[in-house]
């Protein structure tokens, strides 16, 4: 069982003196995405690889850095052909019913990080290893998305100035609910 106060709590120090550099390179991310708005689809699923880097790096104390936001083009067609197969994958188990395909969806979840952990994958392997390794867990990330419901309509209500604080808690959670998820199949973090 993921322990949601523990990852809550680490990331909130992490992302503490960071905020503002977290933010930049998120805007820097989303502005270059706007701007290529044609071929947003086809350059979105590098820059979030470049953003669970980020964030990988911050749970090891590496402060965040602009000139970073491109480290996912690394493994541009591998973050693209993930995000294609995610999607289409999710979209049939969605055909079943709605509830298989949320399920689907959180067992796909770990797979970008995976990917950016692990860059010499395959899209299809990391696929693989995110159903593994979220297996069991499916349950706990839904609840630790839940927990953040409250910041989510904070959001909305201060029409997306809460997000400078909210956003970077939220990935910095994630990322430490995937290394949280990483040290049950392996003990030793790699990262």
């Known amino acids: ?44 699923p590098a820059f979030g690889i470049s953003f669970i880097l980020i964030f990988l790096r911050l749970t090891v104390g590496e402060p965040p850095e602009v000139s970073k936001i ?60 995110s159903m593994v390794m979220t297996e069991g867990a499916k349950m706990d990330l839904f609840v630790l998305d839940l927990s953040f419901l409250g910041w989510f309509f904070l959001v909305m209500i201060t029409c997306g100035l809460a997000a400078i604080y909210v956003v970077p808690y939220y990935y910095a959670a994630k990322a430490n609910a995937y290394l949280d998820l990483k040290a049950r199949q392996c003990p030793i973090n790699e990262f």
């Open 70 to 129: 491109f480290d996912g083009f690394n493994i541009f067609g591998q973050a693209l052909w993930l995000n294609i197969q995610i999607g289409v994958l999710t979209f049939l188990w969605s055909l079943l019913f709605f509830f298989p395909g949320i399920m689907k969806s959180y067992a796909y979840s770990m797979a970008p990080y995976i990917l950016a952990d692990h860059p010499d994958l395959t899209a299809s392997e990391a696929l693989q290893e």
């Open 1 to 44: 069982m993921l322990d949601r106060l523990h990852i809550k709590t680490l990331a909130k120090a992490q992302i503490s003196g960071n905020i503002g550099m977290l933010v930049v390179c998120g805007l820097l991310m989303g502005l270059i995405v706007s701007v290529a708005s044609a071929f947003a689809w086809v350059v979105a």
